[in-house]
């Protein structure tokens, strides 16, 4: 594999815009990207698009050559990648692999949801075709409760509490607050975030992601060709997308992402580094649960020492690790679709030196870690600065 | 760009199985293709998916880990691809890109669709998303009535008849007959193919292809390695998946489908042969008037003239250029994701020589034509005998 790198990034605010379609999402972030990067239609020679549910949110299929087109990229191939909420960082992996084996040179990478237009429950509802819909989804247990689990089990194993859920939801809201993209920039205390409204025992309104609409870009190229385009280029020094079982009840234990321990050895060994080395991480917070098992999972610390770490504060903006430093999909959003391509764009600007307020000062090796379903996809990337 | 075999082929009957799951028919076609191969599950290191619209027929996504995990096969990359009717034609292109690029020697190859457990209208509604939702699908256009403008204006521009439109009809319901895996096995007359029920002028029942459901798979590897699985390898020797509009106003001429003809002459290109050289092909008949375009895009004929080639018997088993021995969409059965993969099991078999009755005297270049909505998507593959 020659080293891949990406030259540019584009974003669309995340939030709920009931006027806004998912194409016209797609295509925003398409061409914020393309001018980041001083790239022309013309020389994109594949459009890699993530995408969970178009079809169920909002009727819409085929959506690869139907944003592509809109960008004007057409007689390439244009392909859309589901893997659940994995799904651009899917993308973003098949990518990085075409690109690094000689392939294509110039690859635009996407990811878009549009989820606000259904209702709650409808959501919840498409959202649990991620999950096994011939058993636990038969059986009632929607995403909230699956992770309501996991999250009863780590508590029952390794004493992790509530206030260390709550941590995390104070944390990631504290990073969002500070980011103008976000969908919910608001402040919380632990007192509101142990307060919540349940959703799923013991899950509350504070431990669950967003539901959101938004998309995400990133542009790729062989890294000797990086300079052709920009001067703050990014390496794609690991990554690895595996998979495990769908169904919860098919694991050996549910406190861990087996798929995302492997992703990350492979990742790890690919870029050459420990887990020790790796300075910040965007993490997949689709509950509060789920960034103490990534933190666990990825090696940033033992199994079952993720609650404490993140109650200490150790993964916070000023912490020794931070994570999340977006505010996370439970503060940034979760347009499941562009949430893998929106931490490759986080983790970018960081590295860049353009994340605002946000910005750490240890900033020049960064992770991110994508998740689809229960753990059945995940995708682990390690990003640098290239120089 | 390393040549790369195709070593096991596996595919479902097509037809309507109120009793089967779609995660059933899938795990059938992946076993029965990696029985052919002589290959174990573990011996896999992807798995590429090609899938339509599962969660809208079935209510079930992320359904790469979901079929993998059910034939042992997990802690590697698994992944879905969606292209409209080319779902699984993409996944080819894909899968056939990584091993040719040395990403992975043995991969799994898919494609699924599970749709008569929906009725017609909705069926109808979900296939329709492969088109634009916001603007023809708005109008109230679905794919019979875009196929009919498509037909109509092909006979308005170069004199084709409902004649030459029935002739493919007849042709491929004979074909079909022959099929012991084939949804319809019922010949038809010029007469029945004339006096069909009407669907959308001048389309009528016979010349749409069939609600499916069924499944495909085929195992690749690096031609170098194939000896070790199978005496009887074929070669993929050219293959490109390119796109375009996918609305059917935003096109130049509605008579011919841009992304076909340019798939095509990479496909040519990269295999070093023309469209004379093709013995017989598998192209996508999705309805009577698509084959007919086919003919003229793929360069079998010149433009126009693919009504008459298919009227004069030159597409017939015994003419000079079969197309759909395997009696194509219109009567093998169209499980949309399941159609491109079914395309490379169907050419191989003939090269194989193991296509029984169907089997042709002259099989040793054959070509498939995958087609993803009204043309946005085109995946064109050309495999011939190894030796």
Redesign the interface.
Known sequence: MRPVAVIGIGKTAFGAFPDR?L?SLAVEAGRKCMEDAHVKPSQVEA?YLGN??G??F?????????I??AMD????????????CASSG?AF??AV??VG???YDVVLVGGVEKMTSQPTPKVTE?LA??????GE?RAGATFPALFAMIARRHMYQYGTTREMLAAVAVKNHANGAKNPQAHMRKVITMEQALGGKPIADPLTVYDCSLISDGAAAVLIVPLERASEFTDKPARVLGIA??????ALD?KEDITTF??VK?AAQKAYKMAGVTANDIQFAEVHDCFTIAEIVASEDLGFVKKGEGGPYALQGCTALNGPRPLNTSGGLKSKGHPVGATGVAQICDVVAQIRGEAGERQLQRHSLGLAQNL??SG??AVVTILGAAA
Chains 1, 2 share one sequence.
């Open positions: 379609d194409r459009f969970f549910a079809p169920s909002v009727g819409q299929n085929h959506l690869a050559p139907y592509a087109g990229i057409t007689g390439v191939p244009c392909t859309r990648f589901e893997a659940a899917s992996f098949h692999s075409a084996a000689g392939l498409i075709g991620a999950g096994d819909m011939c989804g997308q595996t998979s495990d079982q769908v098919q087996k798929a492997e689809g379903g059945a996809t």
